[in-house]
C-alpha cells in the first residue's frame, strides 16, 4: 500500500518516520511525504476538521492520502483548547497551563486523529492518551503543547520525554497503529 502524508510539520514527519521505522512493515506500506499548508478550519469538533484537510489534501493530490491533526482536551474546560489548540499554543505557549484555576481539575486527554481518503471515502483513525496539564511547561521537546501535556503514569511531560520516548504513549502513534491494523495489515473489502 502506498499513500502521501500531507504536512507541512516537521516534528510530524519526523515522529512519523521514526514511528515506521520501529513497525518494520517492510513494502506492506510505503509513505510519501507531501508538504502541502492545508487549511484548517477553526471549529470545536475536531473529526470535523480533519475530515475538512482530509478532502482538500485527496483534491490536491488525487491520491490516497492521510493527515493528523491532534488536540488537547482539558476535563475542566470541555472542548478546550481542543482541535484549536496550536493556535491557542503558537499564541500564548506555556500561559495555556493557567486557563485552569488552582481548584480545577488538570485532567485531559491528548486525542490525535488520522483522515484518510482513498479517493472513495474518508475514514478516520483516533488515538487518546489521557493524563494531566503541567503547572507549566517543561522540557525542550517544543511539538506545540507536548511541554504541558503529561501522561498518565508519567511524572515528566512529552516535552521532557522527547521524541523517542512519547513515541510509548503518543495518541498519533495510537492513531497510526489503529490506521496500520484496519488498512495495511487488515484491509477492508471494498
Known amino acids: 500500500m502506498k499513500v502521501f502524508f500531507v504536512t507541512t510539520n516537521q516534528f510530524k514527519i519526523d515522529e512519523l518516520e521514526a514511528y515506521l521505522a520501529a513497525r518494520r512493515l517492510g513494502d506492506r506500506l510505503m509513505v510519501s511525504m507531501f508538504r502541502y499548508p492545508l487549511q484548517e478550519i477553526l471549529h470545536s ?15 490536491q493530490i488525487r491520491c490516497p492520502c492521510i493527515v493528523e491533526h491532534s488536540g488537547l ?6 472542548g478546550l483548547p481542543g482541535g484549536v489548540g ?6 500564548i ?5 493557567g486557563f485552569l484555576s488552582p481548584t480545577d481539575p488538570r485532567n485531559a486527554v491528548a486525542r490525535s486523529l488520522l483522515g484518510y481518503c482513498d479517493g472513495r471515502r474518508v475514514r478516520i483513525y483516533t488515538g487518546e492518551t489521557r493524563g494531566h496539564v503541567a ?6 521537546y517544543a511539538f506545540s503543547w507536548d511541554p504541558v501535556f503529561i501522561p498518565e503514569g508519567s511524572q ?10 512519547k513515541q510509548l504513549t503518543s495518541p498519533g502513534a495510537k492513531a497510526w497503529a489503529e490506521f496500520i491494523d484496519k488498512e495495511v495489515l487488515r484491509p477492508p473489502h471494498r
Request: aromatic share 8%.
Open 45 to 59: 469538533d475536531i473529526e470535523r476538521i480533519v475530515r475538512q484537510k482530509t478532502i482538500e489534501a485527496y483534491e
Open 73 to 78: 482536551f482539558m476535563d475542566a474546560l470541555p
Open 86 to 91: 496550536r493556535i491557542v499554543w503558537d499564541a
Open 93 to 97: 505557549g506555556e500561559r495555556m497551563c
Open 135 to 140: 503547572d507549566r511547561a517543561r522540557g525542550s
Open 156 to 165: 515528566e511531560t512529552y516535552g521532557e520525554m522527547g521524541p523517542q520516548r
